[in-house]
């Protein structure tokens, strides 16, 4: 019984060393592995400029902590809001970006043909969906809230492009698909 | 504000460089350092997700970019947090709430450091309050290298090309409220009301720390249909 407490101080001395020195804690006691460690979420993305465009600053925080499930209720009259008020469009616009943004998730048609995939085509054209790297989200977020994607009406040509058509790297055919970082 | 201060004598075309303090590098993609408190930690910050079709029929690539920008004088330290959770959810019963999670975790702080996935796997418990499921990793492995499993699991963490383009500048020329709170693009711009033409891609040269998965399309439908909806998140 003696021989006991001669390990509970050790592993006290060990947490306490551990605890002061943050590179070297130990990562079984310390790190995302440590046993009933819970994690919290801080952000969450799905499709590309909902959060970044379509909703003020001050309501970001309020979407990164919330789960896609309740996105429709929280954010529906939000983003509405914005493609009426920024925007100056119609209620079909309105109705139809909020319909296909959220809940805020990547909708991807895995039956589908892959030559069809691309940001928002199952929506557009009952595709496969899904983003690919190369996909201009800004010029078809643009299209749809200020061009005349979705409505003749009040749409805005000059907020319609960012006149900028593709990435300065070429992307791969093969995995890892990104390209190889800027050294 | 000390860094107001300093930031007028900023060639504004310069990235700040992260010399100035650490906690202001900017994070981009379409998903822009979008609070104060990702603000400060750009390696909170989600920058991008990505679903494709994969190499062959019936395989899917998912992604995840994260922590951008990181520039090249930056990215010989780049490494993932190892005290965050990050992960790709995965509804497949349209319910929009995850049926699966991928889970990626890493061990160690600096570019030796090793990841792990685990997954896809029914999540311990869904909404924002997670742990780690019990299942042994699928991969495991270095960063920047890529991994191959036994079920057809391919899996890359690292450093690549930041695949976002966007005349950020001008956006928030349009929209300044949406402008980062430090940096160089705090600075408040003359407002534009238009794109210029030609734009100018402010994330040229920029990298970022990306998460990689190429797996069987099966693996994601399992139990549910063959529509899916995609998420990522970070967690602490």
Not at chain 2, 215 to 222: G, K
Request: aromatic letters at 6%.
């Amino acid at each position: 019984m003696r021989n006991h407490r001669v390990p509970g101080a050790l592993l006290a001395l060990a947490l306490l060393a551990a605890g002061c020195s943050d590179e070297r804690a130990d990562p079984s006691i310390f790190g995302p592995e440590a046993p009933n460690r819970t994690f919290t979420q801080i952000e969450r993305l799905g499709n590309p400029l909902v959060s970044e465009v379509l909703l003020e600053k001050r309501n970001h925080g309020f979407h990164n902590n919330g789960t896609p499930s309740t996105d429709v209720a929280n954010f529906k009259g939000l983003v509405e809001l914005f493609v009426r008020d920024v925007a100056g469009r119609n209620q079909t616009v309105q109705q139809t970006l909020s319909a296909v943004l959220l809940p805020d998730m990547l909708i991807v048609q895995t039956n589908k043909a892959a030559s069809t995939a691309g940001w928002l085509s199952w929506a557009l054209a009952d595709g496969y969906g899904g983003r690919k790297p190369s996909d201009d989200v800004v010029d078809a977020g643009l299209a749809a809230l200020f061009g005349t994607l979705l409505s003749p009406d009040n749409a805005s040509p000059r907020l319609s492009s960012d006149n900028v058509a593709a990435n300065d790297k070429q992307f791969g055919t093969a995995f890892p698909y990104l390209a190889a970082p800027t050294q | 504000m000390t860094a107001s201060f300093l930031r007028r004598y900023v060639v504004s075309t310069a990235l700040v460089a992260s010399a100035l303090a650490g906690v202001t590098a900017i994070a981009y993609g379409s998903d822009h350092q979008d609070t104060p408190e990702v603000e400060l930690s750009p390696r909170m910050d989600i920058n991008d997700v990505y679903v494709f079709p994969g190499s062959g029929a019936d395989r899917i690539v998912l992604v995840m970019t994260t922590s951008s920008p990181i520039t090249p004088g930056q990215s010989a330290s780049a490494a993932f947090d190892p005290n965050l959770l990050y992960q790709l959810k995965v509804d497949n019963n349209g319910d929009a709430v995850e049926d699966l999670v991928l889970q990626f975790t890493f061990d160690g702080a600096d570019p030796s450091q090793r990841v792990k996935l685990r997954g896809p796997v029914k999540p311990v418990q869904v909404g924002t309050r997670n742990t780690l499921s019990s299942a042994a990793p699928v991969a495991s492995g270095a960063i920047n290298q890529a991994i191959a499993s036994g079920q057809g699991i391919q899996l890359f963490a690292g450093l690549r090309d930041d695949p976002f383009f966007i005349d950020l500048e001008q956006f928030f020329r349009i929209i300044p409220d949406r402008r980062p709170a430090t940096g160089a693009l705090a600075q408040a711009q003359p407002p534009a009301s238009a794109f210029r033409n030609p734009g100018t891609d402010f994330l040229r040269n920029i990298n970022t720390l990306a998460l990689v998965v190429e797996l069987p399309t099966a693996l994601l439908t399992a139990g549910g249909t063959s529509r899916l909806g995609v998420w990522g998140t970070i967690s602490r």
